[in-house]
């Protein structure tokens, strides 16, 4: 036989080959999408014969309940969500100091740690603290940053009214 020919036998075969996969790839592809069609189409054809679509499309009260219900938890989380923003914008973090290396402290001979030094004018309760004490008593330089925490029982008490407000709705 040619050798040409043969080529030509060869490369024919393998593109018919090709087209036959091609086309059980997209057989198995449209079967079930097609069966899927044909049940629904059914489906509506015996639901709209059936003379009752008003009650069909109506909303059930549990529905209509649930419904009310989702969007009230999610009227309050929105809520929620604006005042953690407003707490987490307004919030100035800093970060938290090492710990203290104290074991260069020595017990006294009854291993007691030693009393704590007495307090100084600066560092009295009640009186009132000199921003400038650190600054060699320079008005001009600025004074130490205090930083904005949210307290605690705060906190506590932005989830307790979340949760009441959820519970009363």
């Known amino acids: 036989m040619d050798p040409q020919l043969e080529r030509q036998v060869t490369t024919t075969r393998n593109l018919v080959d090709s087209y036959i996969s091609i086309v ?3 057989i198995r592809d449209l079967m079930p999408k097609t069966i899927m ?3 629904i189409n059914s489906l509506l054809a015996y639901l709209y014969s059936s003379g009752d679509q008003k009650s069909l499309m109506e909303e059930s009260a549990d529905q209509a309940q649930r419904r009310d219900e989702m969007l009230c938890v999610y009227h309050a989380l929105k809520e929620a969500l604006t005042i953690i923003g407003d707490i987490s914008t307004t919030t100035i973090s800093v970060p938290v100091p090492p710990p203290v290396n104290d074991t260069w402290v020595q017990e006294d001979s009854e291993g007691r740690p030693p009393q704590p030094r007495p307090l100084t004018d600066l560092q009295r309760p009640g009186q009132p603290m000199n921003a400038f004490r650190n600054s060699s008593q320079d008005p001009f330089s600025a004074p130490p940053q205090v930083p904005s925490r ?4 705060r906190g506590a008490q ?7 407000y959820l519970k009363s709705k």
């Not at 949210?150 to 029982?153: C, E, G, I, L, N």
């Not at 932005?158 to 009441?164: C, D, F, H």
């Open 24 to 26: 059980k790839k997209t």
């Open 158 to 164: 932005l989830l307790s009214w979340i949760m009441n």
């Open 150 to 153: 949210m307290h605690p029982s």
């Open 37 to 39: 069609h044909i049940m």
